[in-house]
């Protein structure tokens, strides 16, 4: 048996490069580097808990003076969330296609990719403070807001099943003399469907969570 350990250390030790031993080095280095940026201070962290307590403190007892008020601005969040999760699937459908590699060129899934990234990088306030020029504070620019964010998110999701998908099914229904659009209705979306609702069901949660937070 230590014949066997002895072997085995021996295999781990020649696996173990030079350039393994650079890249934990450099690691640690970035580490380094991101605390001092980050200005990150334990020490402070713990001399000010007690502001922490104090404040957490300050939320007992609730007030429920304004109950029905509070019950209301949820109902309107989930519906903000339904509406905004619903119009995102709708776009984010053709979007995920054209964004996929293997259904479309090069000159076309990477303008759409990047055009997704914009939407999914840009924070929900941003997309809404410029809802509410348009249409004014309300629960439709909140909407607009969620709808146009929640699509680069969605369509990045879809686009990486429709990508990861068999091709069997579709080479199926291309034997048969059916045409493009065919075999994506009829070859692809079956299999990515599952996932696609399962991604969309998980997102709307999301803006629901955010906005009763």
């Known amino acids: 048996m230590d014949s066997t350990l002895t ?6 030790y020649k ?23 980050a200005e990150i201070e334990p020490a402070q962290l713990l001399a000010n808990a007690g502001n922490m307590a104090t404040l957490t403190g300050d939320f007992f007892p ?13 109902l309107v969040t989930v519906q903000i969330a339904i509406w905004g999760t619903f119009l995102a699937v709708l776009c984010a459908i053709p979007f995920g296609l054209l964004s996929s590699e293997n259904l479309t060129p090069w000159w076309i899934y ?20 410029l809802f509410v020029v348009a249409v ?6 909140g909407t607009m807001a ?16 429709v990508e990861a998908a068999d091709e069997g099914p579709m080479e ?4 048969t003399g059916a045409g493009r659009i065919e075999e994506i209705m009829f070859g ?11 991604v969309s069901r998980k997102r709307s949660t999301n803006p629901t969570c955010c906005g009763l937070s």
């Open 7 to 12: 072997t085995d250390t021996k295999n781990y």
């Open 15 to 37: 696996k173990f490069s030079w350039w393994q031993f650079a890249g934990w080095i450099a690691t640690f280095i970035l580490l380094a580097w991101a605390w001092e940026g």
């Open 62 to 74: 609730p007030s429920l003076r304004h109950l029905e008020y509070y019950i209301d601005q949820m």
């Open 110 to 129: 990477q303008p759409v990719r990047r055009l997704m990234d914009a939407s999914r990088a840009i924070n929900e306030l941003v997309f809404a403070m």
């Open 136 to 141: 004014g504070l309300g629960p439709f620019a």
């Open 146 to 161: 969620l709808f146009v964010h929640t699509t680069g998110v969605l369509a990045k999701l879809f686009s990486e099943a």
């Open 172 to 175: 199926g229904v291309r034997v």
């Open 188 to 198: 692809l979306i079956p299999q990515v469907l599952p996932l696609w609702i399962s």
